[in-house]
């Protein structure tokens, strides 16, 4: 059903950034009067901002990570009791974001990250389900049911895909810039983190002075332009998603100008190749997150990671004596590196 209001009009409307009302909410002066900049929101010499279905669905994806977060963390938190009981996550749903999260912090953040897991864990699990979140959310097409229930054509292009935007993926991408900035400083030091630009040091003199200035230069703008993939590389895929199937969609619009019985005839399988397509774009949505995740934490460990960190695969009571946790915390999955779990006592 779906697909066939979507072909009778322009079924790109659910890819693309619409304004959900007519008069903008803020005019600031921005220029002249013939300062036009149509990608910035600047039209005659004033910035025009408005909601647009990218920023709600933005906002709504916030409202539900915040809701689910909740909801299942109350399934995952420690009851009372004796035993491995207490810690039993009830519910399939709290299982599995409690398995996914195991598997983000075992396999993804523990391997870089080593020492510096379960400090920055917190930032890693919001990256990955805000993305995933948003990703899924964008194939579920919000528009076009309220346009089945109400009847009215103009909610079609709400909804739609938060991280098939530019800005939204530009400013995930600055978050995890000024997350390896800030964690490479904190985790050693401004020396430290500015030695990582010029790895040949500054022993040579004045005649290595040079080639120094040119490394730092190099491996400031390497940083940049890996946040700036990062921010192309969602939005690209993210994007080009929605306007295959968009343009597959669109073959029932263009066969109306043969007549309905043309149209009927391609609509049919032009459904099960979008609904291929629809099943194939869930798995890169889940895909899609994860490599951001997954770069986002090799970015990170590159700048913060010390080589002394490396004797916690070591040892396996390292980690949880640098935490100092306590004996009744000590066997909480959440809070423990995968070596200390195996040869903790409580494990036993």
Same mark, same amino acid.
């Given at each position: 059903?779906?697909?066939?209001?979507?072909?009778?009009?322009?079924?790109?409307?659910?890819?693309?950034?619409?304004?959900?009302?007519?008069?903008?909410?803020?005019?600031?002066?921005?220029?002249?009067?013939?300062?036009?900049?149509?990608?910035?929101?600047?039209?005659?010499?004033?910035?025009?901002?408005?909601?647009?279905?990218?920023?709600?669905?933005?906002?709504?994806?916030?409202?539900?990570?915040?809701?689910?977060?909740?909801?299942? *963390?109350?399934?995952?938190?420690?009851?009372?009791?004796?035993?491995?009981?207490?810690?039993?996550?009830?519910?399939?749903?709290?299982?599995?974001?409690?398995?996914?999260?195991?598997?983000?912090?075992?396999?993804?953040?523990?391997?870089?990250?080593?020492?510096?897991?379960?400090?920055?864990?917190?930032?890693?699990?919001?990256?990955?389900?805000?993305?995933?979140?948003?990703?899924?959310?964008?194939?579920?097409?919000?528009?076009?049911?309220?346009?089945?229930?109400?009847?009215?054509?103009?909610?079609?292009?709400?909804?739609?895909?938060?991280?098939?935007?530019?800005?939204?993926?530009?400013?995930?991408?600055?978050?995890?810039?000024?997350?390896?900035?800030?964690?490479?400083?904190?985790?050693?030091?401004?020396?430290?983190?500015?030695?990582?630009?010029?790895?040949?040091?500054?022993?040579?003199?004045?005649?290595?002075?040079?080639?120094?200035?040119?490394?730092?230069?190099?491996?400031?703008?390497?940083?940049?332009?890996?946040?700036?993939?990062?921010?192309?590389?969602?939005?690209?895929?993210?994007?080009?998603?929605?306007?295959?199937?968009?343009?597959?969609?669109?073959?029932?619009?263009?066969?109306?100008?043969?007549?309905?019985?043309?149209?009927?005839?391609?609509?049919?399988?032009?459904?099960?190749?979008?609904?291929?397509?629809?099943?194939?774009?869930?798995?890169?949505?889940?895909?899609?997150?994860?490599?951001?995740?997954?770069?986002?934490?090799?970015?990170?460990?590159?700048?913060?990671?010390?080589?002394?960190?490396?004797?916690?695969?070591?040892?396996?009571?390292?980690?949880?004596?640098?935490?100092?946790?306590?004996?009744?915390?000590?066997?909480?999955?959440?809070?423990? *590196?995968?070596?200390?779990?195996?040869?903790?006592?409580?494990?036993?």
């Amino acid at each position: 059903m779906f697909y066939f209001l979507a072909a009778g009009h322009d079924p790109t409307d659910h890819a693309i950034p619409h304004a959900l009302h007519h008069s903008p909410l803020l005019k600031i002066p921005a220029g002249s009067a013939e300062t036009n900049v149509p990608a910035l929101g600047i039209r005659d010499g004033y910035y025009e901002f408005f909601i647009t279905n990218h920023l709600m669905m933005s906002a709504f994806v916030g409202l539900c990570l915040i809701i689910v977060g909740v909801l299942c *963390s109350r399934k995952i938190s420690i009851y009372h009791g004796e035993g491995l009981g207490r810690y039993q996550t009830r519910g399939r749903i709290s299982q599995l974001f409690e398995t996914i999260c195991a598997f983000i912090r075992d396999e993804v953040a523990y391997p870089n990250l080593r020492g510096l897991t379960d400090k920055y864990i917190y930032y890693i699990w919001t990256v990955f389900f805000f993305i995933l979140f948003a990703n899924i959310m964008g194939v579920i097409p919000f528009g076009y049911i309220l346009q089945m229930v109400t009847g009215d054509p103009h909610y079609s292009h709400w909804g739609g895909s938060a991280t098939g935007n530019l800005a939204m993926t530009g400013v995930l991408a600055l978050t995890s810039l000024f997350a390896i900035v800030f964690i490479g400083i904190r985790e050693t030091s401004v020396k430290d983190f500015l030695n990582h630009f010029n790895p040949i040091g500054w022993d040579g003199g004045i005649a290595m002075l040079p080639i120094a200035l040119l490394l730092y230069v190099l491996e400031v703008l390497s940083l940049l332009i890996k946040c700036f993939v990062l921010a192309m590389r969602l939005f690209g895929t993210m994007m080009a998603g929605h306007l295959v199937l968009a343009a597959f969609v669109g073959l029932i619009f263009a066969a109306r100008a043969a007549g309905d019985g043309t149209a009927l005839a391609v609509s049919f399988p032009i459904v099960i190749v979008s609904t291929c397509l629809t099943l194939l774009e869930l798995f890169v949505c889940c895909l899609q997150a994860f490599i951001f995740t997954f770069l986002t934490v090799l970015f990170i460990s590159s700048m913060a990671v010390h080589e002394h960190d490396e004797h916690l695969d070591d040892d396996p009571h390292a980690m949880e004596d640098a935490y100092q946790m306590d004996p009744d915390k000590a066997f909480d999955p959440g809070r423990i *590196s995968p070596a200390v779990g195996a040869s903790h006592p409580a494990a036993s």
